[in-house]
């Protein structure tokens, strides 16, 4: 019998030792709460809606209120309703709700609890609608004629070189301007996945990414997705046949960082380096110099349109989810959104710089800002013999 109580006392004893070292091992959690939050149809999101002046809405959302009500029409067309969920409670916000989150998500870097605050619903809710509407959205604008990404027919190919012609005229089969972009992303458990994903140069978890502007602001064509230890020139050799197919005649505005010769001579037009300055043949140089001069102009337009969709939506400079699906969804809508906010809203550096009532500007003297990235003809000289490249060699290998 006092074997037995013992016996009990040491469980007891056990079970409160065992009690005490989940409760120090538990973390304490903090969690935003319904009773702390406006009703969704008093919260900040439904006052701009509803009664928001027009500057103020363009800033927080970066369309128009005509540009919002079409792209809302195109996700939630006539006759379309939000089905109940299976379990739980209905949903909280209405479909502009939806929309406004996905807007408000991709045009800052807020956390979901800011999120909430604004549309006055909790975190469960947010990450449940966000999830929805990016799917749909995705969805909805991949095959429409406004958003989608769709390689150029000749027509618009032609077009295009007219309207990259009217701005410079010694290039007339230039459609495109390309350019790659990497944005960080969250690490992963999975040890292959997250070596890939590394990017040695950045010290960081990336994804990359390739996009061709056209004259006209939009993105006709975008490689998206890839690890980040890969580089602008290998990311190419993916995608490069592609465009091979449909390019024809035509040329696209690249970077020293994408590869000008072999297969894609010809084909993908650039600055010449200055390492190859010296080694060109007296006879070209200063041609050669003129239309490197050209491209360097031309290629500023990949920095505008990597400029403008990264300032409209700021999600790409913050940390994005490690998981690839969702990873996904929220660069291509960024990209969709992005056309189709340039060809309702307009602000576009391209489109303004390319378009023929823009000419009146830049006939103005003094006005070409990246002057001093031009190679001159009297800086580099040639030299037949060759010994001056002997010295150039040494001196940068």
Same mark, same amino acid.
């Given at each position: ?28 959690? &903090?969690?935003?709460?319904? +009773?702390? #939050? *406006?009703?969704?149809?008093?919260? $900040?999101?439904? !006052? /701009? ?14 369309? &128009?209120?005509?540009?919002? +009500?079409? #792209? *809302?029409?195109?996700?939630?067309? $006539?006759?379309? !309703? /939000? ?22 998500? *991709? ?291």
């Amino acid at each position: 019998m006092i074997n037995h109580h013992r016996r009990l006392r040491m469980k007891f004893l056990l079970l409160i030792i065992i009690s005490c070292w989940y409760y120090n091992n538990i973390r304490q959690r &903090s969690y935003l709460l319904r +009773e702390s #939050l *406006l009703h969704p149809t008093l919260s $900040p999101w439904r !006052r /701009l809606y509803e009664y928001g002046d027009p500057s103020s809405f363009l800033h927080v959302t970066g369309l &128009s209120r005509e540009a919002f +009500e079409m #792209l *809302l029409g195109v996700v939630f067309p $006539p006759g379309h !309703r /939000l089905r109940r969920r299976r379990r739980g409670r209905p949903w909280s916000v209405p479909m502009d709700g939806h929309l406004g989150l996905l807007l408000c998500y *991709l045009g800052s870097q807020m956390n979901l609890k800011w999120l909430c605050l604004i549309f006055g619903i909790t975190p469960s809710a947010c990450s449940r609608i966000l999830k929805y509407i990016l799917r749909l959205t995705v969805k909805r604008l991949r095959h429409h004629p406004l958003a989608r990404v769709k390689f150029p027919t000749e027509e618009k190919m032609q077009q295009y070189a007219e309207m990259i012609r009217h701005r410079e005229p010694s290039v007339t089969d230039v459609i495109g301007f390309m350019d790659g972009v990497s944005f960080t992303t969250e690490c992963t458990d999975e040890r292959v996945e997250q070596n890939a994903y590394y990017c040695g140069y950045d010290c960081d978890t990336m994804v990359n990414n390739v996009f061709i502007f056209g004259p006209d602001g939009k993105i006709f064509f975008c490689a998206i997705n890839y690890p980040g230890s890969w580089a602008d020139g290998t990311l190419t050799a993916r995608f490069f046949s592609h465009i091979k197919q449909r390019i024809g005649r035509h040329k696209i505005c690249v970077d020293q960082g994408f590869p000008r010769s072999g297969e894609a001579s010809g084909i993908l037009v650039g600055p010449i380096p200055e390492r190859s300055v010296r080694r060109l043949h007296p006879a070209l140089h200063d041609n050669l110099l003129r239309l490197s001069n050209v491209y360097t102009s031309l290629r500023q337009a990949s920095e505008w349109g990597m400029r403008g969709m990264q300032g409209t939506f700021p999600r790409c400079k913050k940390r994005l989810p490690s998981d690839r699906v969702k990873l996904r969804l929220v660069i291509e809508s960024i990209v969709f959104i992005n056309n189709f906010r340039t060809h309702i809203v307009g602000l576009n550096q391209i489109s303004t710089v390319f378009n023929p009532e823009y000419e009146q500007v830049i006939n103005l003297d003094g006005y070409d800002r990246i002057r001093q990235y031009y190679l001159q003809p009297g800086d580099y000289e040639t030299d037949e013999e060759g010994d001056d490249d002997d010295e150039f060699d040494d001196e940068f290998d």
